[in-house]
């Protein structure tokens, strides 16, 4: 199903990125303008949901604005007004949607509403020259979420697995702060972690016979790694500048040969036709070229800056999977992407 609605101008607030966008049929961005409160939430090493909701509201009108003023034909080129409902932080989610109500209000305009984690896959639709073929494996993997699903056509998924304790994105963040190597973690631990080590490996949590996922056992094995404690006891900052490292390296291989080799055998049980990865952490340049080496099928990542998040994926899925709303929807901080149990453990796996 397609929309009726050619340009579409999208509005996102889930976290800490004031987003705005406009999309025309669902893959071509005319206008994206992000404003990061990186740099705020920095200082507290997370993101702190009153600061991120203040933000939002400051930011919001002259976000929209600018996003209005680069689309050619301004305004009246707009034929609906999209914005994220949830799932994210509800202080934050608020202003965005009730901005986007607002505008569709007023300008008589339709206002579709967006899952943000199935917008995340449709940042591989945007200026793509060949779209995902159904059906396609999904990987999201975000600050909030980690999952596989099989999508057999826009609308229309099945969760296969999804992580038990902390998301991808979570443990980097968290392992980075663990590490002394700042905020956002993801940027922190892909940067340090350049120097291979063969010599040792951190554990991996295979969950065998299921899609589902766990960190917080590689979170415990990095905090508790004898030569990570050693270094911090003799208060040496060469020694930890050393292991930090090395444990960055070795963490980040860890996440992703999970994440690649479960995608893969989701692949093979399936018989999809593509693979869509997307989300804040399919910025990593080492899982986009392990991901590359080992699936045989076509992948679509989304380029860098639309991994992280955006308002451009926003418009693009409410192109592709239009879901009309009215001025009574509420924000759904939890709002799941796929209906059903989060785990479908076994359901279709088959070990590559
Ligand atoms: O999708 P996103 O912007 O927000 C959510 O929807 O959660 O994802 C943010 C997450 C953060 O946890 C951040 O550390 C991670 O994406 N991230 C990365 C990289 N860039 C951002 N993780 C690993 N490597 C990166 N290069
Ligand atoms: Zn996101």
Same mark, same amino acid.
């Given at each position: 199903m397609t929309s009726p609605y050619k340009t579409i101008l999208a509005i996102e607030t889930s976290c800490d990125e004031t987003a705005a966008a406009v999309v025309v049929n669902g893959t071509q961005l005319v206008a994206n303008v992000v404003a990061s409160q990186i740099d705020i939430h920095r200082r507290y090493g997370g993101v702190v949901p009153?600061?991120?909701?203040?933000?939002?509201?400051?930011?919001?009108?002259?976000?929209?604005?600018?996003a209005v003023a680069c689309t050619p034909g301004g305004w009246a080129t707009?034929?609906?007004?999209?914005?994220?409902?949830?799932?994210?932080?509800?202080?934050?989610?608020?202003t965005g949607l009730n901005t986007a109500k607002t505008l569709a209000w007023a300008r008589g305009l339709p206002f579709l509403m967006v899952n943000h984690v199935e917008a995340h896959l449709y940042a591989t639709?945007?200026?793509?020259?060949?779209?995902?073929?159904?059906?396609?494996?999904?990987?999201?993997?975000?600050?909030?979420?980690?999952?596989?699903?099989? $999508?057999?056509?826009?609308a229309d998924a099945q969760l296969l697995g999804g992580t038990l304790d902390d998301a991808a994105g979570e443990a980097f963040d968290k392992v980075a702060r663990l590490l002394a190597l700042g905020y956002p973690g993801g940027p922190a631990?892909?940067?340090?972690?350049?120097?291979?080590?063969e010599a040792q490996?951190?554990?991996?949590?295979?969950?065998?016979?299921?899609?589902?996922?766990?960190?917080?056992?590689? #979170?415990?094995?990095?905090?508790?790694?004898?030569?990570?404690?050693?270094?911090r006891a003799s208060g040496d900052p060469d020694q930890c500048v050393q292991r930090s490292a090395e444990l960055a390296y070795l963490f980040q291989e860890s996440v992703v040969d999970i994440l690649v080799r479960k995608t893969k055998a989701?692949?093979?049980?399936? %018989?999809? #036709?593509?693979?869509?990865?997307?989300?804040?952490?399919?910025? %990593?340049?080492?899982?986009?070229?392990?991901?590359?080496?080992? $699936?045989?099928?076509?992948?679509? $990542?989304?380029?860098?800056?639309?991994?992280?998040? %955006?308002?451009?994926?926003?418009?693009?899925?409410?192109?592709?999977?239009p879901v009309n709303g009215d001025l009574a929807v509420a924000v759904d901080p939890n709002a799941p992407f796929v209906a059903g149990p989060q785990s479908t453990s076994g359901a279709v796996f088959r070990q590559a």
């Amino acid at each position: 199903m397609t929309s009726p609605y050619k340009t579409i101008l999208a509005i996102e607030t889930s976290c800490d990125e004031t987003a705005a966008a406009v999309v025309v049929n669902g893959t071509q961005l005319v206008a994206n303008v992000v404003a990061s409160q990186i740099d705020i939430h920095r200082r507290y090493g997370g993101v702190v949901p009153e600061v991120a909701s203040r933000q939002h509201i400051l930011a919001i009108e002259s976000v929209v604005r600018e996003a209005v003023a680069c689309t050619p034909g301004g305004w009246a080129t707009i034929d609906a007004i999209a914005a994220t409902y949830g799932p994210g932080l509800s202080g934050a989610l608020l202003t965005g949607l009730n901005t986007a109500k607002t505008l569709a209000w007023a300008r008589g305009l339709p206002f579709l509403m967006v899952n943000h984690v199935e917008a995340h896959l449709y940042a591989t639709w945007i200026d793509a020259a060949v779209p995902p073929a159904f059906p396609a494996v999904a990987l999201v993997v975000s600050g909030g979420h980690t999952m596989l699903a099989l $999508i057999r056509d826009h609308a229309d998924a099945q969760l296969l697995g999804g992580t038990l304790d902390d998301a991808a994105g979570e443990a980097f963040d968290k392992v980075a702060r663990l590490l002394a190597l700042g905020y956002p973690g993801g940027p922190a631990i892909q940067q340090s972690a350049r120097a291979p080590i063969e010599a040792q490996r951190l554990p991996r949590a295979w969950l065998h016979g299921t899609y589902d996922f766990s960190f917080s056992g590689l #979170k415990t094995a990095v905090s508790t790694d004898p030569a990570w404690v050693a270094a911090r006891a003799s208060g040496d900052p060469d020694q930890c500048v050393q292991r930090s490292a090395e444990l960055a390296y070795l963490f980040q291989e860890s996440v992703v040969d999970i994440l690649v080799r479960k995608t893969k055998a989701a692949v093979s049980a399936t %018989n999809a #036709k593509s693979v869509i990865v997307a989300g804040g952490v399919a910025a %990593n340049a080492r899982l986009r070229d392990a991901l590359r080496a080992a $699936i045989r099928v076509p992948l679509h $990542i989304p380029p860098i800056h639309l991994c992280t998040d %955006n308002a451009a994926m926003i418009a693009a899925c409410a192109y592709w999977h239009p879901v009309n709303g009215d001025l009574a929807v509420a924000v759904d901080p939890n709002a799941p992407f796929v209906a059903g149990p989060q785990s479908t453990s076994g359901a279709v796996f088959r070990q590559a």
